[in-house]
């Protein structure tokens, strides 16, 4: 799987430096949907830019059961367990110290798609509201 995960990503990253594949938004599309408030947007859905896409139709049958089975495996253990970590850490310091002010701060790939840090806090009962940029706390 590790061999495999590292010859698609350098076939993508070939493909892209040849121009032959385009990710379908740019930075700057991430950083102001990102700003606005909108990471439910159609560029977040289903989980797109924090894991590699490796899934892709010209796969065989074979390499497209692998690709599917790192997907799985990335969102799960590098998406998903540390947004749960996370989340459980923010509640414990919240609850540990009630009289404190925090600030915290993650990667924006922790709020886009499902399973967010957000989505973890919001089940434990926490109100969670975006601040624009600009914006004074």
Known sequence: QVVFALNQTLLQQESLRAGSFQIPYT????????????????IFNHDTSQVPNFINATLPAHERITAQEIDSYFRQELIYKRNERMGRRVKDLLEEHPDKS?????????????????????????????????QAI
Request: net charge negative.
């Open 27 to 42: 930075t700057e599309d991430l950083i102001k949907h990102y700003n606005c408030g909108d990471l439910s947007s159609i």
């Open 102 to 134: 925090f600030f915290f701060a993650f990667g924006a790939g922790h709020f886009m798609g499902n399973n967010t840090v957000i989505d973890v806090l919001r089940r434990q009962g926490y109100e969670v509201e975006h601040t624009p940029a600009g």
